[in-house]
Structure formats: structure tokens, C-alpha cells
């Protein structure tokens, strides 16, 4: 069955530093994955989504995630992160071949410090 | 383009009442969602439409929850009758397309809290 980790419940980074949010799946072939936003009250928003092709991909508000299959991780990065990154983010999968079923993590929190 | 719309946003009820949620999809988006978000968790799909045929409800409570998507645009998931364990975060998404290559594109949420 599939599965999705987000190993960090929440990390505190202070604002200008770099982020690294971690995500590892399981899964028997190469899935469909993506990386959402939270914010309070508010709906999930898509950063960016790794379909096939080149394993870095840009996103929205200056992320980028990397997909390493031998790791089966797909990271997410942003070199400098803005007080307004302070939000919930989710790492999610779906199968490439066949089913339609999205699966998420169970987030990550993060707090940015002045 | 308009966002996914859900009504209401907050809703409190005691346990054993009924209760429905509300959702419009952006326009042209034939696949719709309905996701559950508990306290500190990721959403857990619920329901997924296809214009107006539900093709996955596995996870669907089916003894006290129903949701209907007349006409292939709006939708509404109702509980009855709510129980404690059911305050959560009730999310609709909808999607272009069927497949897992379309993003979702979710809604506010309506935040459900059963006394």
C-alpha cells in the first residue's frame, strides 16, 4: 500500500535561513507527487508537482522539491525563507498507473523567527 | 478564475444532530472531492465525483454520511446524525482532470466541532 512520511511535525527556522521540509513515500513504481501549502483557516494551495523528467522541480513562491528515487524522498527546499512561509505544508502521492487516489502526509508545521 | 467555494465556514452542533456542507467546484472542473482533515493530520479523501457519479466512496461513513452532486457542478455532504469523533475540517477540492496528474484545487474548508 502507499504511504506517505513527513518525519518532522514542525520545525522553527529564523526568517532569511534556508528550509528543508522532508517527505518520504512508499510505493512499487515511480508516483505522481506533490508538495501543498496551508495556511490558518484556509485551504490547501499546490506548490509544485513532480510528474516525470528532470528530478528538480520549481514551484510557486520559491520553492523547489527534488525527487530521488533511490531515497524514495521528494524534499522540499527554499533557499530563504519569508516570515509569510509560516504555514502547514503536505507532501502528497498518487499512483502513476491506474487508481486516483491522492494520499497525504501528515504535514509539517513550520514557524518562522524574526 | 473564482476558487473553490464551500458554506459554511464554521459550523457547531450537538452530537446526534444532522448537518450539511456545501461546495461549488471552479468552473469546468468535473472532478470533485470531499476530503476529512482532523486535527493535526493530512485531508483523507471521503468521496471522489465524476461529474455526477461518485467513483470512489470507499471511505465514506455509509451508515451516517451521504453526499450528492446533482447536475455535475454543486455538492453537498451531510452527516446524520453527527457524532463526537466527527469534528474535523471538511475540505472539497475539484480538479480538471481524472487523473492523479491534475492538482487539486481545495476550498476554505468548513470546520465542523460536535459538542
Known amino acids: 500500500a502507499q504511504s506517505v512520511t513527513q518525519p518532522d511535525i514542525h520545525i522553527t527556522v529564523s526568517e532569511g535561513a534556508s528550509l528543508e521540509l522532508r517527505c518520504n513515500y512508499s510505493y512499487g513504481a515511480t508516483p505522481y507527487l506533490f508538495w501543498y501549502v496551508q495556511s490558518p483557516g484556509q485551504g490547501l494551495q499546490l506548490l509544485l508537482k513532480?510528474?516525470?523528467?528532470?528530478?528538480l522541480v520549481q514551484g510557486i513562491k520559491g520553492f523547489e522539491a527534488e525527487f530521488k528515487r533511490s531515497q524514495s524522498s521528494f524534499n522540499l527546499r527554499k533557499p530563504s525563507v519569508h516570515w509569510s512561509d509560516a504555514a502547514e505544508y503536505f507532501c502528497a502521492v498518487g499512483p502513476s498507473t491506474g487508481g486516483f487516489k491522492t494520499i497525504f502526509g501528515a504535514g509539517t508545521r513550520l514557524f518562522v523567527k524574526a | 478564475e473564482a476558487g473553490v467555494v464551500q458554506s459554511p465556514r464554521y459550523k457547531i452542533i450537538e452530537k446526534k444532530q444532522p448537518v450539511a456542507f456545501w461546495c461549488n467546484p471552479i468552473?469546468?472542473?468535473?472532478?470533485l472531492y470531499w476530503y476529512r482533515q482532523n486535527l493535526g493530520q493530512g485531508p483523507e479523501l471521503l468521496i471522489r465525483y465524476e461529474n455526477e457519479e461518485a467513483v470512489d466512496d470507499s471511505q465514506l461513513p455509509k451508515d451516517r454520511f451521504s453526499a450528492e452532486r446533482l447536475k455535475g457542478v454543486d455538492s453537498t455532504l451531510k452527516i446524520q446524525p453527527a457524532e463526537l469523533g466527527d469534528s474535523a475540517v471538511y475540505l472539497c477540492a475539484s480538479s480538471l482532470g481524472q487523473g492523479n496528474n491534475s492538482p487539486l484545487h481545495f476550498g476554505n474548508g468548513t470546520r465542523l466541532t460536535v459538542t
Open positions: 513532480y510528474f516525470s523528467g528532470d528530478t
Open positions: 468552473s469546468g472542473h468535473n472532478t
